[in-house]
């Protein structure tokens, strides 16, 4: 697998792997410790630590504060490492909730085709027509931003590709050899959905989770950045760089570096992708 | 072609229920009906404490807003005015949607139009340059800045823009504020078309990033399809320089995929706005359905949704009419199917 990486799909995905560390590690990176002496976590402030008497408001960066602070003293660079977790994290559980779905719709349209796949296919069409962003903050905004309305809102169309992938694969397998041959030895139509046709069909779905990811993460952000999305004491890229917003003429840092952030995390996965891409796919080998 | 327009209107008719009864129940159905919210109000539409309005005199407005009668009642009130053009009246500001409507829809237009000429002819010759030097520098090169904008979210490049050339402790460069300046009328009208020019610079350069990019990473990859067919091993094994069969017959069978994506960008008219308008302080139609959800605006929030969902709907249209115009091959009927 590394072998056949070109270099770009090799230093992004250092880089990515770099970030599932800070993610998983965040509270050892960075969060609120008792004794000074120990040495873990890293950097002894949390996301939420800001002592109003002590904490300077939106000071530069220095060996401190490596990131500087926000409007009320905390920490950037601990947002910073525990937004990267938040983020993530959520994408992922969103990631994994589409592909639950989105495989199984799509299997069932393949695989039993005719009328019902008629009828999937025209909702599916009417739902991609949606104005998503839009329908997604509407709810938001009525509902209040919890994460569970936050997860149905970017699970609502997000299960849409994979489902179009999977139906493609299974209509291209469908009446091959190694399937019909399962169906006259008597195979239930379970044991051919997954033992047969849903392992043939993963390249396209596995190709298409960074993408997924690295997009559920620029919509989230949005969504908090304008104030609908993620909790807002909950450390976010969103929240992150709404106070940039307010604050641009004065703190640079809080631009720059949430801002940095997200665009390596984001640029890593969609590079990370494409040399996964490339390798998978022969036909688009040079 | 009218099997064509029969489907169309079909799936036009069912996106645009779809998604005006989404959006209606899920606003009637929330705590505190919007009737109750707009009684909330004072006159200059600001949120009070408490309603200061008698029972009596809410049934009363309750009969006159149709809210006595049933949701799908309601609902088909909604439809027979929207017919009319009538999208009632703003909650906040008191005033018809439709007025609102026609101030914002001008600004929006001008930043998706620019967004989709930049794509045009700014993408597609980026994309046609990255793929006739394609496995070499400049492709690696345009390959990675292109993926690059791309995956870029355009409130981190807005943000960043903002930061550094908008006037803080960096370059003072670019206004950050609305359309134009507040001494606009007394400049001479070459100051108004620099003024105006100026004012739109950052946004519109955020509005065009995500689709230029987009547009020329398609064109590159639909031009390197082309090159692989055997028509252009046809036409250079005949003695055709390499040039013209790039030119001549790849770039021309290459533009076909890419031109229809232009259609797609209709939708980000609106839909992309929000964040870019919020950021600058545009009033187009993005602030408007920003400023709809914080006031829980529900006249002007179902507008914005109809009018996105024309959008899109007139994207698809557009992509159809253009996939027929650019590949003679295709009639309607065929894309009908799609």
Known sequence: MWRRLSWVGRVSGILLALFVFMALFAPWIAGDSKNPEDWLPLIKFGPESADIFTSPFLAAPDSAHLFGTDYIGRDVFARVVHATKNSLLFSVAVMIASVIIGTLVGAVMGFFAGRLDMILSRIIEVISNFPIFLLQLTFLAIFGSNYFILFFVMIFSNWISYARYTRAEFFRLRNLEFVQAARVLGSSRSRIIFRHLLPNSLTPILVLIPFDLASTIIGLGGLSFLGFGEPIHVASFGELLNQAREHFQRAWWLAVFPGGALFLLTLSLALFGAAVRDMLDPRLGK | ?338
């Open chain 2, 1 to 338: 072609m009218r099997a064509y327009f029969i489907r169309r209107l079909v799936l036009l008719v069912f996106t645009l229920f779809g998604i005006t009864v989404i959006s209606f129940v899920m606003l009637q159905l929330t705590p505190g009906s919007p009737l109750e919210l707009k009684m909330q109000r004072d006159n200059r539409g600001a949120l009070g404490e408490q309603s200061a309005i008698s029972e009596e005199a809410m049934e009363n407005l309750k009969r006159l807003y149709h809210f006595d009668k049933p949701i799908h009642v309601r609902y088909g009130l909604w439809l027979n005015d929207l017919i009319h053009l009538d999208f009632g009246k703003s909650f906040a500001e008191h005033r018809p949607v439709l007025d609102m409507l026609k101030e914002r829809i001008p600004v929006s237009i001008a930043f998706g139009l620019t967004s989709i000429l930049v794509a045009l002819f700014i993408g597609i010759p980026l994309g046609m340059i990255a793929a006739a030097y394609q496995g070499r520098f400049i492709d690696y090169c345009v390959s990675v800045i292109l993926i690059a904008l791309y995956s870029t979210p355009v409130y981190v490049v807005a943000l960043v823009l903002l930061t550094f050339l908008g006037g803080g402790d960096f370059l003072d460069l670019f206004p950050i504020y609305g359309l134009k300046s507040d001494d606009y009328e007394t400049l001479s009208w070459a100051g108004q078309i620099w003024d105006r020019a100026h004012h739109f610079f950052l946004p519109g350069l955020c509005y065009c990033l995500g689709g230029l990019a987009f547009i020329a990473q398609q064109q590159r990859s639909s031009l390197l399809d082309c090159m692989r067919q055997d028509y252009i091993r046809t036409a250079l094994s005949k003695g055709l320089s390499e040039r013209s069969a790039f030119l001549k017959h790849a770039f021309r069978n290459s533009l076909i995929p890419t031109v229809t994506l232009l259609g797609g960008m209709i939708p980000g008219i609106l839909g992309g706005g929000i964040i870019i308008e919020r950021i600058f302080s545009i009033p187009g139609l993005g602030l408007l359905s920003y400023e709809g959800l914080l006031n829980r605006d529900y006249p002007v929030i179902m507008a914005n949704f109809t009018i996105s969902s024309f959008l899109v709907l007139l994207g698809i249209f557009i992509a159809d009419f253009l996939y027929v115009v650019v590949d003679p091959r295709i009639t309607f009927d065929e894309r009908g199917e799609g």
